[in-house]
DNA sequence: ACCTGAACACCGTTCAAGT
DNA sequence: ACCTGAACACCGTTCAAGT
């Protein structure tokens, strides 16, 4: 894999040395080591290699500088994971604001739902840090969504506490979703022959034949299968806990 | 919990360190180290402090032996790993069996979710174990209760694809809102104020007063509002697919 | 048969020292 | 101001050696 050269020729194809030159381009002369660079390193590490491969002496080196270098810029490993949070909800995939009909309302809740399914998906790993550090990881960029994924519930009809445990319900489905997905615990192993260790081969007929139909299915149609269920269930709710639901606001001052 | 040594006096609290001494109780004998005690050890450490406290050195300690002795009873870490996710496993709560009616399967469905719910949540660990190694650890313990899961949909009337489906989506449930609740992400920190690090106070209304009611909340009945809710679909989607369903047996043979 | 000491290549983090 | 060498207390794992 190779530690990249001056010149800058190489495809950016699995470099995990990256000495990241001025545009300058003279041989010798670094970018400024910044803390937006070695999240950035941590983050494709994680994406490539996993939560484990994520140390401060790896991250060191993907960014061409020793471990203890690192301490000028994060405070310590847990600060650079929250950057990684941070960085990863940054790119959470705003879908456009719907329109004030109720179909849109629901579309755009399904919209929402997407957005965050893929946020997550693409790191999967992130699943892992909100559960380990949820409170701590509590920034701007991770609230944003949650803000809009509520205002979507209110505006669909909700009352506050019910629109709370909705967005719980459906949080938990789709945090679920990707834990299920990228531990594949759905997925059979090679052949059709046995799943686990030295299994009697029909102990769990059930389980054989739930797995053929879990792996030929499409994931995303899975998912949405349970998402629209829970659409429906709330569309339901909405029409017994509606009241005239004025201050909601209609446009959504945090995107 | 607790090392359960001859006499039987010993409160079981906290006792990381437990040398188990044989039943003769000679001060200086040992009963012999087995996989079983090891694998106790590390989930009892898991338990208790995660699972980065779950490490070779550490679990031998508290076996009252040097961290290398551990390689011979279990092959490597990822071994012990699967074991720890086997003996919680072998600890699931199986309901009795359910009568005939719809009401009934219903209320074991319910009630087979519960008992997920409870494992997981007794050790929220191994929901992570279960994310990274979900296809190695396919013990006998791990798909018995999927088994059981698989049997209640198919006796609720769904086709096998739909009863996958219905597992997987169910599934994703459980696991997502044990990942929610132990990572706290919904719990405010101590008093009504700031929730993050150093948030405009009123830039996200909507968190803010989703965060009291989930605070308010009990987990439990926020868990069965959405599990009911799927329950219910199920049913409906169970009316649509039924056939003459024969041969799915009437008596849950993997108990 | 079962346990261990010493060793190897790793961790996160600190601190005095270098430029 | 920014980077580093050396050090400390940890990791998982192997292997020859002890009982």
Known sequence: ???????????????????????????????PLTRERIVEAAVRLMDEEGLAAVTM?????????EAMSLYHHVRDKDDLLDGVVDHVMRGFPFPAEPGP?????????RAVAHAWRRTLRAHPAVVELLARRGRSARSAALLRPVEVALWTLR???LSPPD???AFHV???YVM????????????AEGGGGATGHDLPPDAFPQVLEALSYLDADDPDERFDFGLDLMIEAIRTLAGRSREPERDV???????
Request: charged content about 20%; aromatic content about 2%; hydrophobic content about 35%.
């Open 1 to 31: 894999m190779g530690a990249a050269p001056s010149v800058n020729l190489a495809s950016e194809t699995e470099m995990t040395e990256d000495p990241t030159h001025t545009a300058a381009g003279g041989p010798g002369a670094r970018a």
């Open 57 to 65: 002496r790896r991250v060191g080196r993907a960014v061409g500088v």
């Open 101 to 109: 009909s109720s179909e849109d309302l629901a579309a755009y809740g």
């Open 155 to 157: 505006r669909m009809g």
């Open 163 to 165: 629109a709370a445990r």
């Open 170 to 172: 459906i949080g938990s």
């Open 176 to 187: 679920g979703s990707v834990v299920l997905e990228t531990g594949r615990i759905s997925a």
């Open 249 to 255: 606001g209609t446009s959504n001052a945090t995107r």
